[in-house]
């Protein structure tokens, strides 16, 4: 009798191999976006999709298929360009607070880490002292691929969130050069006072190197000698630069040349960074499923599964023993509160630094004739599964439970230059929803603030929006303007920060062909001369919809909890609702203009 699945269900060859890249790319993508629709950390479902697709049904081979020399530097650039994505997002003026807790746990805190997962894998495990050293580096790193996902789910306050957000993307170059240096001293025996050297010398050329290869992008987009359409593949280009001369100089110090650079650019101001910083994230996200499908499918079951019971007990001590302790000795005396710290302490989730550079690693051991060591990937894996799960899982209600979780949002920004946003502002906000009026107009601004209401004041293009938007607590937008720049400016930016769902447009008017639809539709067949108009005549007001008259017309349905739904059709009867009314003829003409 045939076994299930002993042989590949697609055959690897040369002309098969875009259908292994297609089935890669499909499920890095399908993977995120189920993931988003369940609200779940997307790592599982790419490491599962990859383990099914590649142990379990044998359809894909990665080391067969592209070949070792191909695929592990493959994922080494891979793994940078991550890194310099997450260094894109690293505000040094939004960490007013915490910058000594940072500081002290990626180092004292990673090297608490490094010697409690040292001492555990070497007692739980049949493997030498310096494998067990080589695991327990390997476990220190967390990473922004898994770290941000679950702070947009768990959305602790400030400066708790820019903590873990720092840390996981600083701990990875730091902790990646840490398991260098370990494996060095695997191959070559050397003594600590070399492995401190090395770890100077690998951090600081990647940061030499990320430093001036930013000097030199910043000059030629400064003097625009890149064109605009160039700009985001010289930027990709220049960090791939960036990561190879830095390993040309130590082994793996382009982690940390990516990172530097990602972190110069996020904090110069010669040259507007939005770009290319959007550019990257879309990049960051085909780069993210492709690796953790390609290293879920170079998992082997058996190992695995042999594996598990040890490495659960190993995994249970770097959770409860190992980062409440790096948490607690890297907040002495930093005055952070209590429940700030223990949701630090719960919030440590291995990525795709850990899984890439174990699988990297293992070959490294073979290659130069150390030895494998069969439990380095397996064990490896499964804290990266684990910690996942049990982080990805509980990070929401632990942040609730412990207080630091911010409050969900269900605000509304309204975007516009017209006083009439202001009244249509204060009639929300006589419902307790929270509502940020952004304009451009010094006129409407001071309006806004006379009836005790927020205003955005700052350019639209500021750093600063979306912690306003977040300290509001802003969930939607809509765009009651007919200016097109303003338009165009504000949808840039809050697509960036709220989704595109969430952003809504009230419809141009029929004349206006070039005016370009930007947002979802808002008020139904209502166009902004006829909203415009009905508001100075009429006015707002609350009123159950079955009191609705005929001048009527419902504009948001207004729900228990301090919630306003914008309203495309007819309410509910028994819905309370915001209304605009205007004369019988204003609201032919609207309707007329749509029939």
Known sequence: MMEPFSTPLIVASSSQLPATIAIILSLGVGGQWLANRLRIPGVLLLLTSGILVGPVFNIIDPVEDFGTETLFPVVSVAVGLLLYEGGLGLKLDRLNEGRSVILRLVTVGMLVTWLIGWGATAVLFDVSTSSAALIGAILVVSGPTVVIPLLHLARPREPTGSILRWEGIIIDPVGATLAIVVLDATLNDSDPAEAALQIGITLGAGAIAGIVVAALALTALYNHWVPDHLMNPAMLAAAIVAFAAANSIAPEAGLMATTMLGLVLANQRLVPNQEFTAFSEDVGHLILGTLFIVLGAMVDLDDLVSVLPRALILIAILIIVARPLAVWLSTIGSGMQRNDRQFL???????????????????????EGAGEVPELVPVVFATVIVTVAVYGLSATWVARRTRVAKIEPNGIALVSNHRFAVDLADTLASQEIPVLVI????????ETFSRGLLAYERPIDSHDLDLTLDGVGIKQAILLTDDENLAALAAHHLTEHLGRANLYQVQPDADDDDFEIRGRQAFGSLTFQGLSSSARVGGFRIVEARDLG?????????????TATIVNGHPADDALVLAVTSDAELRRQASGRHS
């Open 550 to 562: 005929p001048e009527d017309m419902a504009l948001f349905e207004i729900g228990d909890r301090q």
């Open 345 to 367: 302490a719960w919030m440590a989730p291995r990525g795709i630094v850990a899984a890439s550079v174990a699988t990297v690693f293992s070959q490294t051991l073979i290659d």
């Open 439 to 446: 304009s451009t107009s010094t006129e409407v601004q001071r």
